[in-house]
Each structure stands twice: as structure tokens, then as C-alpha cells.
């Protein structure tokens, strides 16, 4: 009797002191499920969160203010009184028309004074081939205009500012095509760069700034006092040799620094 109450106790022993694996156990699942949970709790579904978000939007931009009488959050308060006014004011469709239309406008403008530069400038070249004027008058497309060059040789003698003769059937041509033009006309002298002295020429200009504006202001009094075209289309300036096209150091690159340029600008009129 007491070998076995000897191994009952032996047994019931063993089983004692195993039981604290039993405890241990239940802490470290109680742990996973503690971390699980907590893994769920930080994952943010974002969709979900954007259908509340929205959802709590509508439900107040909806709604009028209770302070001002308005239906309230729910569209139950006040149901008998007018709700607010919009707070801002929306434009209208017929501004945004009349905005649109007047760029429109705009543009059209630009487009028709193009083509009315392009039909000048063939006009032009036209009547240069006709009277066998290619050495004493060019025409150039440039950014800033349509640009006519004018020879000093065509209309002026050496040292002088006064037309001559034969350089009045061209100008009179230029100022009927000028005519019609709804757009500045810039009339521009030019000399190369020969110290001027009084001696060599028997001018009365003291130098070729004096010179080249005299120039200029002379193929303005054309258009002006004879062709009686308006003043408020034009605009005149003297550079002297600061704006040469040829070489200073030949004749040739001088001859072509001597000149007159008209310049039918790119430029809508305000």
C-alpha cells in the first residue's frame, strides 16, 4: 500500500510541476491575439475612410446654418423659413462668353494685319520689279515689321536731307499703299561712319546724328504736307552709323549703311 501511494505521488509530482507550461502557453497566445488586433486597428482601409469622409461632407455642406435659420445638419430645423443665401456669386456664362469673344477679337485683328502686311509687301516687290528698282530699294519680312529700305543715292544728294525729284513718284506709290494701313509706320535715317565735315560736303548738319534725323524727318514731311496722310501713324529717328548692315571699312558696306528704312511694325494700333 505504501509503494503505491509512493508512486502516486511520484506521478502527481511530475504533473505539478509542468503545469507552469500550461500558463505560459495561454500568455503567448493572449500576446499574438494583443498584436493581431493591434495589427487590424492600424491597417486603415482607403476607400472606406474616403466614402465617410465624403459622406460627412455632403452632410454638411448641405445643410444651413441653425444660427441664421437655416434647415440644420438633418434639413428638419425651420422647415417654414427661407434658407441662406449663396455666399459667393458665380459668373455668369455671358461673361465668360463676352471674355472669350473680346480674345477672339483680338486674334482677328492680329491675323488681318498680318494679311495685309503680306498683301503690302507683294505690292511692293511688284512694283520694284516693274520700274527695275532692286539696287535702289528693298523689302524685307522681319520680326518687328515689314521693312523698306530706301538708297541715300535714290533720295538724297551727298551731305543733304532735301529729296530729290526722282524719288517723289516712289514715295507718293508708298503713301497710297500706306493709306488704308491701321498700323504705326516707323521712319528710320541712317549714315555709315565718315567723320562728317563741313568742308568736304558744305552741309549745314553738324554730324550724321543731325543728318540721319533730317533724313528721316524729310520722308515724313512727304507723307504728311504732299500725301496728307495722318500724323498719329507715324514715328521718326535718326541712329547715324550706330545701327550699320554692311561693313564700315568698304565702300560697298558703307554705301549700304547709307540709307532710309520705313518699317510697317507688327503692332495693333490702341
Do not use: C
Amino acid at each position: 500500500m505504501r509503494a503505491r501511494a509512493k508512486r502516486r505521488q511520484r506521478q502527481g509530482g511530475g504533473d505539478h510541476r509542468d503545469r507552469w507550461m500550461i500558463t505560459y502557453a495561454d500568455l503567448i497566445t493572449l500576446l499574438l491575439i494583443f498584436f493581431v488586433v493591434m495589427y487590424a486597428m492600424s491597417s486603415l482601409d482607403a476607400k472606406k475612410y474616403e466614402v465617410v469622409v465624403q459622406s460627412l461632407q455632403d452632410t454638411f455642406h448641405k445643410g444651413d446654418s441653425i444660427l441664421e435659420k437655416g434647415s440644420g445638419i438633418t434639413g428638419t430645423a425651420d422647415v417654414h423659413t427661407s434658407k441662406n443665401p449663396p455666399t459667393t456669386k458665380q459668373p455668369s456664362s455671358d461673361n465668360k462668353a463676352a471674355g472669350s469673344t473680346k480674345l477672339t477679337e483680338r486674334e482677328q485683328a492680329f491675323r488681318k494685319q498680318e494679311e495685309e502686311l503680306q498683301n503690302l509687301m507683294g505690292v511692293i516687290e511688284q512694283y520694284i520689279s516693274d520700274n527695275k528698282l532692286q539696287d535702289q530699294i528693298f523689302v524685307a519680312d522681319q520680326p518687328r515689321g515689314i521693312v523698306i529700305t530706301l538708297n541715300d543715292r535714290f533720295l538724297f544728294d551727298q551731305g543733304r536731307a532735301a529729296l530729290k525729284q526722282g524719288s517723289a513718284n516712289t514715295l507718293s506709290k508708298l503713301a497710297s499703299l500706306f493709306r488704308d494701313l491701321k498700323t504705326p509706320i516707323s521712319i528710320e535715317g541712317h549714315t555709315d561712319n565718315i567723320p562728317f565735315t563741313h568742308s568736304s560736303n558744305s552741309s549745314t548738319y553738324k554730324d550724321n546724328w543731325e543728318l540721319s534725323g533730317a533724313r528721316a524727318l524729310s520722308v515724313l514731311r512727304f507723307f504728311l504736307d504732299r500725301e496728307g496722310l495722318s500724323p498719329t501713324e507715324f514715328q521718326y529717328a535718326g541712329y547715324a552709323d550706330t545701327r550699320p548692315v554692311g561693313d564700315n571699312t568698304t565702300e560697298a558696306g558703307r554705301q549700304k549703311n547709307r540709307r532710309v528704312e520705313i518699317t510697317v511694325l507688327r503692332q495693333l494700333q490702341q
